[in-house]
């Protein structure tokens, strides 16, 4: 091998990995998606409901939309609330959005928020994969797949 050919192969090996490197500084600003979850339930049970962490790491505040996923009729965003006297409840969240200011998070969680699954079309059974797409303002679709468990 010549050297100038050598050089350039060099440069062009180095071009390759700085790409690389900077490719996944770029993925991670934007959204984090930590650990997608839904609980198990029976196959009779109607609906569902799914968990995740959600960090916005960009500087620029964003909001989940909403989800989709053909394992469910129909996706809503939904929190819990205390109905009085001890009771629980749940309704859709207000506007149907979920805020992620630059900088911050929602824990969508057992109690708290979360991905409502009505018209479950699978079955809920530990370690079964469901396909879901989030749909944020900004940062659009992201697909992610949450994992059926006991909690
Ligand atoms: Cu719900």
Not at 6 to 15: K, M, N, Q
Not at 97 to 121: D, F, N, R, W, Y
């Amino acid at each position: 091998m010549k050297k100038a050919t050598f050089l350039l192969t060099i440069f062009l090996l180095l071009a390759v990995g700085f790409t690389a490197v900077a490719c996944t500084g770029g993925a991670d600003e934007g959204i984090t998606v930590t650990d997608p979850w839904g609980r198990t339930s029976p196959a009779a049970a109607e609906n569902g409901a799914f968990y995740m962490m959600l960090t916005n790491n960009g500087s620029e505040d964003d909001t989940l939309l909403g989800a989709s996923t053909d394992a469910c009729g129909m996706v809503e965003l939904h929190e819990m609330y205390d109905k009085g006297d001890g009771v629980m409840g749940m309704r859709p969240v207000e506007g149907g959005t979920i805020a992620l200011p630059a900088g911050g998070s929602a824990e969508l969680k057992p109690g708290g928020l979360h991905v409502m699954c009505m018209m479950k079309q699978v079955d809920f059974a530990a370690g079964t994969e469901i396909p879901l797409t989030l749909t944020f303002e900004n940062a659009g679709e992201m697909e992610v797949t949450a994992v059926i468990r006991d909690n």
